[in-house]
Structure formats: structure tokens, C-alpha cells
Nanobody, 116 residues
């Protein structure tokens, strides 16, 4: 069974940092997979935050460039999202997403709340 399990969410103060982690099933954790972090703010559609392409490149939303970093650890089968200088408007549920061999997989999400 394919699974993506996110962790690392919680309450963080504005300007603070957080690292999210996503454990990905070995069957779809591939250098040829496209791995993405999305954020869904309350009442809004999910939006792409950062992605790690099958060529090893990274793409980030303009709003997070220079502050968020997506990376992966192949031995641990994990995808990370390092978030620095967090803003209150970046509150939401963060989802891990993997696209591989024509299929798309989602995790259950982890809540990040940026607030005093």
C-alpha cells in the first residue's frame, strides 16, 4: 500500500522556522518521481509551495523563494520542506504529493499555524 505520511507541523511564531517531513513508500520513492509540497489555507484551494523534479531541480512559489527549501533523503525515503521566516498568512495544512508513473499520491497533511 502506497503511503505518504507528513509530520513536523505545529504552532510557530512569525519569523520562526519549521521543518516538515514526509515519509514516502519505497515503491514510489524514485529519482524519477516528482515530489511536491502544497499548502491549503482555510477556505482556499491547495497551492504549490515547492517541488523537486525528476531531474533533481527545484521549483518554488515566488512568495517563498529564499525562505523555503525542498529536499529529499533517499536512504530515509523522506522529502523535507524547510521553512524560514514564516509569516501568519502561511498558516494552513501542508500536504506532501508525489507524482510517479502517471499516478498522483497525497498524504493526510500536517497543520502549520503561524501566530503569536
Amino acid at each position: 500500500q502506497v503511503q505518504l505520511v507528513e509530520s513536523g507541523g505545529g504552532l510557530v511564531q512569525p519569523g520562526g522556522s519549521r521543518r516538515l517531513s514526509c515519509v514516502v513508500s519505497e515503491s514510489i520513492f524514485s529519482r524519477h518521481a516528482h515530489m511536491v509540497w502544497y499548502r491549503q489555507a482555510p477556505g482556499k484551494e491547495p497551492e504549490l509551495v515547492a517541488s523537486l523534479t525528476d531531474g533533481g531541480g527545484t521549483v518554488s512559489a515566488d512568495s517563498v523563494k529564499g525562505r523555503f527549501t525542498i529536499s529529499s533523503a533517499h536512504l530515509q525515503k523522506r522529502v523535507y520542506l524547510r521553512m524560514n521566516s514564516l509569516k501568519p498568512e502561511e498558516t494552513g495544512v501542508y500536504y506532501c504529493n508525489v507524482r510517479y508513473l502517471g499516478s498522483i499520491y497525497w498524504g493526510q497533511g500536517t497543520q502549520v499555524t503561524v501566530s503569536w
